[in-house]
């Protein structure tokens, strides 16, 4: 059976074409056949090795997703890698690369570790969201950063009940609401002032943008727990639904939104088992100068 990874490359960056052919190059080495969505094969059809992908879910008959871009990239790429239920790694080809598992002074090492199956999965926890109307169910998605439920205007603020299973918690007039996994904390929930949260503590996160209330707050519950933001109809701007900052759905008056945890993870590939904590440090550059560890003798 013929191996296949999908790649998936940022698709306004010059540089991509190049590496592009390096990366089909260095895959068919190893019998492995690069493919790419049908939109974005047209970019770089003049290189060897690579085909175009099925135009349905460009992921189907892969073992792997690799990205090369950024986290924006990323998250655009792990539809396809989430719908067909295989792993996704991203070489930081962006800013943060947050997602990324890989920065481009190690290409040539990361691809022979992925073409040898020499990784890991890391499965992160999703969202599930569905957006009822009265007693319609009118759209469904997903997210693994996170799901907004944001003003469509910058002139009016949106009117929000926040509930939490099947009980009322508050009321926020605001520009919207953040809801996050774990993966999003880092993301737009962490701009909005919201906790970094450990990718192996499951839980949801609640943050709301600019929020004209005295109980405001970020909070995190259960990832067993149900969420559901009311949009209320009275007096209010429109509002819309932005799953991972990609995909986006205008929301009527009087909306639902309900939020639980999703029952298919993103399998994230892992190169190493660095700590989160030294993630965190390198991402955003934090001050540990001067820090000493654990003596000898203090106990764990």
Known sequence: MTRRILLAPHGRRTDMHQLVGVIATQLAAHDIECVMSPDTYQRHDDKPNLTPADQTNP??????????????TILRAAHWA??????????????VGFLAEAEPNNLATTIDRIATGNYHIHPRMTLAIEVWNGNQLIATDWALNEVTVEKASRARMIQTIIE??????????????????????TAYAFSSGGPVVWPDADSILIVPIAAHALFARPMVVSPTSVVAVELSGHDMGAAILVSDGCRSTDL???????????????????????????????????PVRGWRGAGPTEER
């Open 59 to 72: 992921a189907n008959g892969c073992e792997l997703v690799l990205v090369l871009g950024g986290d924006g």
């Open 82 to 95: 989430h719908t067909a239920d295989i792993p996704l790694i991203g070489i930081n080809y962006g800013h």
């Open 164 to 185: 939490i299973d099947d009980r009322p918690l508050s009321t926020w007039g605001c520009d919207g609401v953040i809801l996050a996994t774990p993966t999003g904390s």
């Open 252 to 286: 009527p008056p009087n909306s639902r939104i309900v939020i639980r945890r999703g029952e298919k993870p993103v399998r994230l590939a892992k190169l190493d088992n660095e700590p989160f904590t030294d993630r965190i440090v390198h991402k955003f550059h934090l």
